[in-house]
């Protein structure tokens, strides 16, 4: 049985830490652009005490798009993302049930006939951004650029998963939509994103390790095109700021006005040594050249491209 010396002293710690953690949300505001409802069959309430725990103060939800039995969701498999997360509706519900610290995206599959329309739908009664686009499309096809085109006329950014021969295929071909669409603002993300900063990845390693050649497509992607953004969030995130410290340190000085944070983390706690976004957060403090530049990644970036009070 607990005693009650222990549990005073457990109870004002805890009372401490969440004091601390506020604090330190008030000082230095984090944006978190990618979680998900449901996201593996998570609770809200989970998601709620997930990002509160990380130090989030804004959460922006991405959604899946409509449940379909086509190719481009490799016949129903990658419904919800391939993680059974929710649907816009869902992500509106939930931003519209915390309005103080929760955003939504609208999403649909890239290849259905009704897709523009759908996301237009969301995108006038406020969602802030088009994706996650995580669909077996080619990056450059006809479908992909309606919904790039929507993305410019209503001034949000499209977020992009990126996976070779998976999702949003053709990743070298990218610089042709990303000169062929200057007003819309483009966000990479996932394994084709992060092991393309090496200028010698093999694209079938979905998450390669060892030191990093620079002037990868990646890096020349972010160098090159003004609206080109990066989403540093997931595994595949993770492994490319840690894989080669010196290289991010290096990363960040040159794309300091283009990184992100995101977590698209699956956690239920927020902390400890499985939550990939807090050990996220901890790498990009540890590795970025400076405060400055730490804070443009985890909160002034963001709360640019979102045009954020």
């Given at each position: ?12 710690s805890a009372l401490a830490a969440r004091s601390f953690a506020q604090t330190a949300s ?31 103060t804004t959460t922006i939800i991405l959604p899946g798009g409509t449940w379909v039995d ?135 390693v979905n998450y390669p390790k060892g030191k990093i050649t620079p002037g990868g497509l ?92």
């Amino acid at each position: 049985m607990t005693s009650r010396r222990t549990f005073l002293t457990t109870g004002l710690s805890a009372l401490a830490a969440r004091s601390f953690a506020q604090t330190a949300s008030a000082a230095e505001p984090i944006i978190d652009i990618h979680q998900h409802t449901h996201y593996h069959d998570r609770l809200d309430e989970h998601l709620l005490a997930h990002q509160k725990a990380m130090g989030i103060t804004t959460t922006i939800i991405l959604p899946g798009g409509t449940w379909v039995d086509r190719p481009s969701t490799h016949n129903g498999k990658s419904n919800g993302l391939a993680a059974r997360c929710g649907t816009t509706q869902d992500a509106f519900n939930f931003a519209k049930a915390h309005p103080d610290a929760y955003l939504w995206g609208a999403n649909e599959v890239t290849d259905l006939d009704t897709a523009p329309a759908e996301i237009e739908k969301w995108l006038k009664q406020g969602a802030c951004i088009i994706g996650e686009q995580k669909f077996k499309v080619e990056c450059d096809s006809a479908e992909s650029q309606k919904l790039y085109e929507l993305a410019a006329a209503y001034n949000v950014p499209i977020l992009l998963h990126f996976q070779f021969q998976t999702y949003n295929l053709g990743y070298e071909r990218l610089h042709t939509m990303l000169a062929k669409f200057p007003k819309t603002n483009f966000i990479g993300h996932a394994q084709a994103f992060w092991g393309n900063i090496d200028k010698n990845h093999d694209q079938k390693v979905n998450y390669p390790k060892g030191k990093i050649t620079p002037g990868g497509l990646t890096d020349r992607y972010l160098a090159d095109y003004p609206n080109m953004f990066a989403d540093m969030s997931a595994g595949s995130g993770l492994v490319a700021l840690t894989r080669d410290e010196a290289h991010t340190t290096a990363f960040f000085e040159r794309h300091q006005d283009k990184i992100l944070y995101g977590s698209d983390c699956a956690d239920h706690l927020g902390r400890g040594p499985g939550c990939q976004g807090a050990a996220t957060i901890a790498a990009i403090r540890k590795l970025a050249p400076n405060k400055t530049v730490e804070r443009k990644i985890l909160f002034e970036n963001s709360k640019k491209l979102f045009r954020l009070a």
